[in-house]
Structure formats: C-alpha cells, structure tokens
C-alpha cells in the first residue's frame, strides 16, 4: 500500500477532528478526497505529511511510518497544502532552485517541472507579479520537483480559470499513472473526471470509501414522473426493471430502473395504455453532487 491509515484520532482541546479513520490506497489510484468545511479534510492529509501527530493511530506512507520516521517519509512525499505558501519576491526558477537544493534534486529537473504545469510563458516573473492561478501552478510544481511516489494536493485547482482547470486536471491523472494521488477538492465535476476512487469524510469520520464506478451506477437511471392521477405504488409492478418507485407528492413519482435502456418510452407506454396523462417525464439520475449533498447535509 502507498498509503495505509489505521484508526486515526486527533483532538484539537475539546474537539475531536478526526475520529478512528482508517483507509488505504495502492499506487497509479486517484483519490478524490471529499467533505464539507470542518468535516477533517486538511487535518487528515497534515497527519498524512507528517506536520501534525494524531492522538493515536498509525500512518505509512510507501511503507514508512510517517509518525516514526518522519523525514524518510517526507523524502517520498509531494505537498500542496490548501494555503499555498510561497515567497512571493523570489522569481519562479528562483524559488524552484531553493526547493531542489532542499530535496537535493537536479537543477535540470525545474525545466522539467516548469513545462509539465504550464508556467513556461511565465517563467521570468517573481511569484507576486503572477496570477493565483499561475501560483497554484508554482506550488503543484514545488510539490512534484523531487518526484515523489505519493502526491497529497488540498484543494490544488483554487483560483484556476476553466482553461488552467483542464490542463492541470490532465497533468493530475498523467502524474497518477505512476503515483497515488490524494487530493481534496469541492468540485464534483474535478472527481467525476480525474478519479477512480472517492473518499467523502463528514464530521471527522469516513461515510463513503468506494470506487467512482461504484457511486455513479451507470447502469441504473431515475425517472421523474408526473401524472393527472394518483396511484399505489403496486400499480408501476408492471414496469420492467423497476427496482423502486418512491413517491415525491401526490401524483409525483421518482422511478428507479436497473438497464442501460431509455425507460421514459416504457413509462410514457405505461401511462397510455393505462389512460393516464403525463404532465411531466424527465431524466433525474443522481450525479456525484446530488450524493454528496445528501451525504453531508445536516
């Protein structure tokens, strides 16, 4: 395991942030690390990068114990946290020298890096002179100079116009080929398209550890349907691959069906050779946003 977190606690005076998590994750896996404000997202990957200790728990990292040996472990981990933090009068392959003479890399590797995230045009300015979204690319940059095996990004698309968001999610899934990426984010659509697992932490604690493939459930779809009748829920027993009907209001129903089939011509063929009027039939399957609103909401 690349990661391996085990019955993580950590108490900030009376609160309890984080409490017994535990998952893991294997290399060339992108995790879309998910919560709402406070829900334990920065403290958990903290622990993970060794700059805060849990109350109790283990934590490896690429098989070191982040707790015991923290430097070893850091050696083979990338880093943006949520407040990116760069020195702003430095320019760009100034700051990126300072940041390999840490991790002992080659000087050769900042060209590298600078083209990887797209800052060759920018290049010759100092951090301040640059936009927040070029500095989120100066810190993704920092964060995978020395190439290391885990990559923990907090929120690493903040500040990106819809173009940069594109290239950078393209370099996120080409870095998880051979890493394992962590990384949190309030953008559903930025999970839906760069990952294949999905972490949802609420209240210090893991409700949802599942493949993407999983949650999305391709093969079922959710029909919205409204008619000029009430009726019982035996009545739509005659629709195929009907797993559940779930009434909204009176003559208001969602239709749940197991197939990759359109099913809104079966029910549309339901209600005329019933003698019902439909007023309204429309798609509502349930995207990763929808879930995770319901998941998370008080």
Known sequence: MSIKVTSVTKIYKTQKALNEVSF?????????FLGPNGAGKSTMMKIL?????????????????????????????????????????????????????????DKNEIETCIKKV??????????????????????????????????????????????QLVEIRALIKELGKDKTVLFSTHIMQEVEAVCDHVIIIKKGEIIIDKKLSELQNKNQQIIKVILNVELENSQFLQLENLILSEKIDKNSWYLT????????????????????????LSLENKTLENLFTELTSN
Request: aromatic letters at 10%; hydrophobic letters at 40%.
């Open 118 to 163: 797209g800052l060759e045009v920018e290049a010759h300015k100092k951090i301040h002179q640059l936009s927040k979204g070029y500095q989120q690319r100066v810190g993704i940059a920092a964060a995978i100079l020395h190439n290391p095996k885990v990559l923990i990004l907090d929120e690493p698309t903040t500040g990106l116009d819809p173009n």
């Open 24 to 32: 893991s994750a294997d290399k060339g896996q992108i995790i879309g």
């Open 49 to 105: 990068t060794g700059f805060i200790k849990p109350n109790s728990g283990k934590v490896f990292v690429n098989d070191i114990d982040v707790l015991q040996n923290t430097l070893e472990a850091q050696k083979v981990i990338g880093y943006l946290p949520e407040h990116n933090p760069l020195y702003n009068d430095m320019y760009i392959r100034e700051y990126l020298q300072f940041q390999a003479a840490i991790f002992k890399v």
């Open 257 to 280: 069906f197991k197939t990759n089939e359109d099913m809104r011509s079966k029910v549309f063929d339901f209600a005329q050779k019933n003698n019902f009027k439909i007023l309204e």
